[in-house]
């Protein structure tokens, strides 16, 4: 049985990543990292700009 509980963003849609993002999902092992890591991953992706935005939570990078 694998045991290994890395937060990987790339492995989940766009939905449950802003959910993520949001505060709506939560994760029991999720950093601040993972969560920064969820929020580049959306960036990226660029799906939901907007609403990270509106969120707060994109720097002036993206």
Do not use: W
């Not at 963003?9 to 990543?17: D, E, F, T, V």
């Not at 939560?26 to 969560?35: F, I, R, T, V, Y």
């Not at 992706?45 to 990078?61: F, P, Q, V």
């Amino acid at each position: 049985m694998n045991t290994n509980t890395t937060f990987n963003p790339g492995a989940l849609c766009s939905r449950k990543l802003l959910r993520i993002v949001a505060g709506q999902e939560q994760l029991p092992n999720l950093d601040e990292q993972g969560l920064r890591s969820a929020i580049a991953e959306l960036a990226e992706r660029r799906t939901y700009l907007i609403e990270l935005e509106r969120l707060g939570k994109l720097n002036a990078r993206h």
